[in-house]
């Protein structure tokens, strides 16, 4: 949720406002001016509130255009909003207007992709995975990728579980958080160090944001997930996500602010299918192609080869996996992540340096695919 301020001389207008951000649930608290500042007094507030938004009543043109000017040059991630009066295409730093009075949905869509649009930057630290269908190895490929970031790379990693009806990573590093990825949104407004100290386990030298499939929380909205990363952003050199198939509109946050989404699929005819449709999906939520990526899990020699998969699927493949569910079972077992000692184990490290633009072990040639399995998939 957002600190914002309501700047109009009107009590009318400012009440009106209000309410509506409130009964959005965007706005956690709207300091209200009832008349338009002097220069000083507008500093003042802006280093006392240092607002996420500001609301200007353009009805009252130059005053507004004044404030805007004056916001846009001193504090350029305020978002600046106007309501109230026609508006001007040329206004200096106003990136959305509200119609007046706004239902609450509008001025939800509104504030969203004003938002977005002004502190919305895509992160250089932030990757996304979601499987192409459930069973397809997502979160054991996110888990045993974090593990070599943090281990053989030595970068400080979080891995936040973003399937928050049904995560298992904590299942499988044998753990048992007290707080949770839930308890994380719920407070990101009034997030701090000590708070996140506490949603967080440390274990294989990852940080570890583990969800609550036992909680029946109402789900969070997609302001909770843009509060968190802003607060972990600049404290982790990788953020890892691990998310569920299907994007909704509160975790469409984590993949449009992600510099690589991977969409982890396997051999199988039906899961090279749907992970057509995930891309698919990805691309109807605005998210760009070159940001868009295949992990092929679970490959066996004989099998489809890198070069059909990305015909067939029109995204790069960043990494193929082979199959070696005794090393894994084994790992699991014992909540142990993969070693380089295995050949699974060098294609996730191979994995998580390719994501951090260091060198790639040299790559075995692959097999084509046999004709009979491109009929079947085509």
Same mark, same amino acid.
């Given at each position: 949720?957002?600190?914002?301020?309501?700047?109009?001389?009107?009590?009318?207008?400012?009440?009106?406002?209000?309410?509506?951000?409130?009964?959005?649930?965007?706005?956690?608290?709207?300091?209200?001016?009832?008349?338009?500042?002097?220069?000083?007094?507008?500093?003042?507030?802006?280093?006392?509130?240092?607002?996420?938004?500001?609301?200007?009543?353009?009805?009252?043109?130059?005053?507004?255009?004044?404030?805007?000017?004056?916001?846009?040059?001193?504090?350029?991630?305020?978002?600046?909003?106007?309501?109230?009066?026609?508006?001007?295409?040329?206004?200096?730093?106003?990136?959305?207007?509200?119609?007046?009075?706004?239902?609450?949905?509008?001025?939800?869509?509104?504030?969203?992709?004003?938002?977005?649009?002004?502190?919305?930057?895509?992160?250089?630290?932030?990757?996304?995975?979601?499987?192409?269908?459930?069973?397809?190895?997502?979160?054991?490929?996110?888990?045993?990728?974090?593990?070599?970031?943090?281990?053989?790379?030595?970068?400080?990693?979080?891995?936040?579980?973003?399937?928050?009806?049904?995560?298992?990573?904590?299942?499988?590093?044998?753990?048992?958080?007290?707080?949770?990825?839930?308890?994380?949104?719920?407070?990101?407004?009034?997030?701090?160090?000590?708070?996140?100290?506490?949603?967080?386990?440390?274990?294989?030298?990852?940080?570890?944001?583990?969800?609550?499939?036992?909680?029946?929380?109402?789900?969070?909205?997609?302001?909770?997930?843009?509060?968190?990363?802003?607060?972990?952003?600049?404290?982790?050199?990788?953020?890892?996500?691990?998310?569920?198939?299907?994007?909704?509109?509160?975790?469409?946050?984590?993949?449009?602010?992600?510099?690589?989404?991977?969409?982890?699929?396997?051999?199988?005819?039906?899961?090279? @299918? &749907?992970?057509?449709? %995930?891309? =698919?999906?990805?691309?109807?939520? !605005?998210? *760009?192609?070159?940001? +868009?990526?295949?992990?092929?899990?679970?490959?066996? @020699? &004989?099998?489809?080869? %890198?070069? =059909?998969?990305?015909?067939?699927? !029109?995204? *790069?493949?960043?990494? +193929?996996?082979?199959?070696?569910?005794?090393?894994?079972?084994?790992?699991?077992?014992?909540?142990?992540?993969?070693?380089?000692?295995?050949?699974?184990?060098?294609?996730?490290?191979?994995?998580?340096?390719?994501?951090?633009?260091?060198?790639?072990?040299?790559?075995?040639?692959?097999?084509?695919?046999?004709?009979?399995?491109?009929?079947?998939?085509?």
């Amino acid at each position: 949720m957002f600190n914002a301020v309501i700047i109009t001389s009107n009590a009318l207008r400012r009440e009106l406002l209000q309410q509506v951000a409130l009964e959005s649930n965007q706005i956690l608290a709207a300091r209200l001016w009832d008349r338009f500042p002097s220069p000083y007094e507008l500093t003042q507030m802006m280093k006392t509130v240092v607002p996420d938004i500001a609301f200007l009543d353009y009805t009252e043109y130059a005053e507004a255009d004044n404030c805007a000017v004056q916001i846009e040059a001193d504090y350029p991630k305020t978002v600046i909003i106007g309501f109230g009066g026609n508006r001007v295409p040329d206004d200096p730093g106003v990136t959305a207007y509200l119609p007046f009075v706004p239902e609450v949905a509008e001025f939800s869509r509104i504030v969203e992709q004003a938002v977005c649009k002004v502190r919305g930057a895509v992160l250089d630290n932030l990757i996304t995975f979601l499987p192409a269908k459930a069973g397809s190895g997502c979160s054991s490929v996110v888990l045993n990728t974090a593990a070599m970031l943090a281990g053989p790379l030595q970068r400080k990693t979080l891995v936040i579980e973003g399937d928050l009806r049904s995560g298992s990573l904590s299942v499988f590093l044998n753990c048992t958080p007290e707080w949770f990825v839930q308890n994380a949104l719920k407070s990101a407004g009034e997030m701090d160090s000590t708070k996140l100290n506490q949603c967080v386990l440390q274990k294989h030298a990852v940080d570890w944001m583990f969800a609550n499939a036992a909680s029946r929380d109402p789900l969070p909205a997609w302001h909770h997930y843009f509060r968190l990363l802003e607060f972990v952003k600049d404290k982790y050199a990788s953020i890892l996500v691990d998310l569920p198939e299907l994007v909704n509109p509160a975790s469409v946050e984590i993949v449009r602010r992600s510099r690589l989404v991977f969409v982890v699929c396997t051999p199988e005819v039906p899961s090279l @299918k &749907l992970a057509r449709r %995930r891309c =698919d999906e990805l691309a109807a939520y !605005g998210i *760009p192609e070159r940001c +868009i990526r295949i992990v092929l899990n679970r490959w066996r @020699k &004989l099998e489809i080869g %890198r070069s =059909d998969v990305e015909t067939f699927l !029109g995204h *790069p493949v960043q990494a +193929i996996l082979p199959s070696d569910y005794q090393a894994l079972r084994t790992a699991t077992a014992d909540g142990k992540c993969l070693t380089e000692s295995s050949a699974l184990g060098r294609a996730f490290l191979d994995l998580a340096r390719g994501m951090v633009d260091a060198p790639l072990h040299k790559q075995q040639a692959l097999p084509k695919l046999l004709d009979f399995l491109r009929e079947k998939i085509t």
